[in-house]
């Protein structure tokens, strides 16, 4: 390499509460309008290019690989909602998709389609991407709704990544952009049914979405109403029109209570009135049929049950579909005939369909699918008339596909597999070729932890194959099995790929993440481990082959399994890691705070969260020990892990351990997300995945 890695200056910064002092050498770095803190990303960045130069031609491999894989011009399956089929477009060479529109044709029930992403037979444009996007380095669409009677499309764009967009309105019939321009507002909004208003949120200083406001159509921002706040801290809003069209809804929730109003979308002038007033620990969501609420709750149900509702005392919950230890019912769709439940059991999601008229779980069907592991789940179902229900299907084989099940008989129509074409060297995707398992590694207390992995078949077992293992475990988020085109380019250098279903997360129900969180938290990170020693023990690979990788709260993960076990891995991949937590959970005016105390504990208030936070974060538990090498992530405007927490963690590696080498690549244009182009993000994944085969020691290919 031709330069040394940066070495940040330290400057001794005491933190005290509950009688302890940490001394923070690089708390300088949060101050981002100081230009030593730009100028040691900057260098970071320098250094990260200088230590992966050469991977250079493996990075453009394996994006050549993704690249001539994807079907770079492609149409999403079209979701009737009216008359209209909605659905989005890519087209080869351009960074973003094109969404549009096209009348529904007498008799059309099955969407149509267009061979090699071409546009359809009377299509409308709505939103071109790319034009949005032109002459900014990020761009993201948060909000896109067109009002009921299909007149108007709200929209908004992020061009930072900071979150916060600017709402627009534009016209369909004439194409034209309205004045209506509204700025700082939150991702979605919702329409009344007339069309007349608009209903959007936005944000307080920690970027917590706490307001509902109401904008009519043609006036200025600045006669807007405020029609909800939520004043508890805990809390974030959110504001959403009913698939029934009837109801306009407000759902305030916190990580363990929520409290739903709602309003007659008819009379876009009325007051709000809640369905039932919040209780502590008690959270439920609503879904409005024509004559009825169901109500998704776990009220006396650990794993939740779904009761039924009169609209004229929402209040009144009588038991529908009954709670069950083996289910964790994650949500509820209601049509004009049927319902569909969502739900998870045996680590995996299933859907059941019940006629409207129906008891509960004793009628009704459920949709099965024969592979070991998969994920199932509702797909975009708009019309509430609607008697077939459209739902996807993806596993760590198949590719992702999109079906119409018919109600009545459970029927299930395939619309569209994900194409997966040849790599470059003309070699084409068959899912035989590969094998996917499900495995199980005991944790430190004797719990059974699910690993779901794929490999290509004839991958030994011996211990020499190199491992990718993922895993996350928080706020009970599943990490799901499904398919990856760029996952392809590991398997096929001889990797493994695994997911590791942590405690923490919400695989194997409610209780599966309560016992990794708050005090418990720490279940998260020995299950982790417990997983990465069992995929060495059972010859799926070995300690020196094996490189893990989490996200964000997965980064958590990333930091603190290097703490507590660093031999138990060859690398370690951390995008937007969120590695100090404790510092960042005591200052109540950042993001990840107030409303995250639910989550991790409140240690600004309470000595015991503070020392148990303590003996985790990642941060303040480097020590001198040696490292695997790390490779780190962030983007500057990320308003949900800030930069500066892989930064300082980075540093204090470099300052502290041993081991390494400790790279960090900081996106100056992006947020949370990373970079926001299709063929950005690629090159992104790329390095990394060039970094994680290096790292690994396995460069050369089998059949890419």
Known sequence: MSIEPPQAKQIPSPRTFHGDTFTDEFAWLADREDPDTIGYLEAENA?????????????????????????????????????WW????????????????????????????????????????????????????????GAFRTSPDQR????????????????????????????????????????????????????????????????????????????????????????????????LMIRSSSVLTSEVWLLDAAAPDGGFTV??????????????????????HNDGAENFEIATAPLDDPSRWTPFVPHRADTRLLGVDAFADYTVVYFRRDGLTGLRILRQDGTGTDAGHE???????????????????????????????????????????????????????????GVPYRPQDYEQYREWAVAEDGTRVPISLVCRKGTPRDGSAPCLLYGYGSYELSRDPAFSIPVLSLLDRGFVYALAHIRGGGEMGRSWYTDGKLLRKKNTFTDF?????????????????????????GGLLMGAVANMAPEAFAGIVAHVPFVDALTTILDPSLP?????????????????????????????????????PVFALAGLNDTRVTYHEPAKWIARLRATAAGGPFLLKTEMEAGHGGRSGRYDAWLEEALVLAWVVTTAGRPSGTGS
């Open 86 to 141: 909605h659905y989005s477009r890519t087209v080869e060479g351009k960074q973003y998709p094109v969404w549009c529109r096209r009348a529904v044709r007498p008799g059309e029930i099955i969407p149509p389609m267009a061979e090699d992403g071409k546009p359809l037979d009377g299509e409308e444009e709505l939103l071109d991407g790319n034009e949005l996007a032109a002459g900014h380095d990020f761009f993201s669409l």
């Open 592 to 628: 990840l705070t107030v409303t995250e105390w639910e989550e991790w504990g409140d240690p600004l208030h309470d000595p015991e969260v503070y020392a148990y936070m303590k003996s985790y974060t990642p941060y303040e538990n480097v020590t001198g020990q040696s490292y695997p």
């Open 367 to 425: 949709v099965a699918f024969g592979e070991p592991v998969y994920r199932v789940g509702p797909g975009l179902n708009p019309e509430f008339g609607a008697s077939r229900f459209r739902l996807s299907f993806t596993s760590l084989v198949t590719p992702g596909s999109v079906y119409d099940c018919d109600m009545a008989t459970g029927e299930l129509t395939l619309l569209k597999r994900q194409p997966v074409l040849p790599s470059p060297s």
């Open 275 to 296: 369905v039932a007033p919040r209780r502590q620990g008690v959270d439920y969501d609503v879904e409005a049929a024509a004559d009825r609420l169901l109500i998704l």
């Open 152 to 247: 108007w499309l709200a929209y908004s764009t992020d061009f930072s990544g900071n979150e916060r967009f600017t709402l627009r309105v534009k016209d369909l019939a004439t194409g034209a952009i309205l004045p209506d321009e509204i700025p700082g507002t939150y991702a979605g909004c919702a329409w009344s049914l007339d069309g007349s208003a608009l209903f959007y949120t936005t944000v307080d200083d920690a970027w917590r979405p706490y307001r509902v406001w109401r904008h009519r159509i043609g006036t200025a921002a600045a006669e807007d109403t405020m029609v909800f706040e939520e004043t508890d801290e805990k809390f974030h809003v959110y504001v959403s029109l009913s698939r029934s069209e009837q109801h």
């Open 47 to 83: 250094y990260t290019d200088a230590a992966t130069a050469s991977l250079a031609p493996l990075r453009e491999e394996i994006f050549e690989e993704i690249k001539a894989r994807t079907q770079e011009s492609d149409l999403s399956v079209p979701v009737r909602k009216g008359g």
């Open 529 to 553: 481990i417990a997983c990465a020693r069992h995929l060495a023990q059972a010859g799926w690979t070995s300690a020196d082959r094996l490189i893990a990788r989490g996200g964000s709260a």
